[in-house]
């Protein structure tokens, strides 16, 4: 089946324990994007990735990194979580235009204490 | 990049069409006109786009008017699974990938 997948599904941390949230898509895509989404500020773009080696900044991309070392795979990384950061985050993916529309993963839901 | 403007809510009776307006008045000739929805905290599911001409798909119809500041959404025969928030997006490509700026949508209730 076509799918992307994030795990966790939800995690709970204490402020500045690095993490990492993990995203595999198996459908060849060479796009792929994080967003988190929070209450009465829907969803936001966080890093997006043309293709392996090739990443470029969201529109809130601050206190996280990512990478993009194979096709299939972009973790994201919270170097040092803060409450801040506590939200439900999306990982998508689509073949390099988007034009037929982007696949989302189920969401890791992040709390930081 | 233009905005969209869409109800907060809507309720359709199951078995019925299911019309979502969305006002994009001050869209640009190479904007899209995407549609997603979301049911509960799932993510996100593409259902159509279309440029300027109306487009339709095993999901659902895209009708665009003539000046493209408006679209509606048709879902002809609405179930109780179609209940979800509905996101109009004018998306246009940037360094290569289709912008996605998610609004607040529509939340469609479809009732028994």
């Known amino acids: 089946e076509a799918q992307v997948t994030q795990n966790p599904r939800y995690l709970i941390t204490v402020t500045g324990k690095k993490l990492t949230v993990t995203c595999s898509q198996n459908?060849?895509?060479?796009?792929m994007s994080w967003y988190r989404q929070d209450p009465g500020l829907g969803l936001r773009q966080i890093y997006y990735?043309?293709?392996?080696?090739?990443?470029d900044k969201g529109d809130v991309p601050e206190g996280y990194k990512v990478s993009r070392k194979e096709k299939r795979n972009f973790p994201l990384i919270l170097e040092s979580p803060s409450p801040n950061q506590t939200s439900l985050y999306f990982c998508?993916?689509?073949?390099?235009?988007?034009?037929?529309?982007?696949?989302f993963g189920s969401g890791t839901r992040l709390t930081v204490v | 990049d233009a905005k969209t403007t869409q109800p907060t809510s809507m309720d359709c009776a199951e078995g019925r069409a299911a019309n979502l307006p969305c006002n994009h008045s001050?869209?640009?000739?190479?904007?899209?006109v995407y549609w997603y929805r979301q049911i509960h905290s799932q993510g996100p599911q593409y259902i159509i786009h279309?440029?300027?001409n109306n487009e339709t798909n095993e999901m659902a119809s895209l009708i665009i008017t003539e000046d493209r500041k408006s679209s509606t959404l048709i879902l002809p025969h609405a179930t109780l699974r179609d209940t979800a928030v509905y996101y109009c997006?004018?998306?246009?490509?940037?360094?290569?990938?289709?912008?996605?700026?998610f609004g607040q949508g529509t939340r469609l209730t479809i009732n028994p």
């Open positions: 998508a993916s689509s073949y390099s235009t988007g034009g037929s529309g982007y696949t």
């Open positions: 459908m060849n895509h060479e796009y």
């Open positions: 990735s043309m293709n392996v080696e090739v990443t």
């Open positions: 001050t869209i640009s000739g190479n904007e899209y």
């Open positions: 279309g440029l300027k």
């Open positions: 997006i004018a998306s246009w490509l940037l360094q290569g990938a289709q912008k996605l700026v």
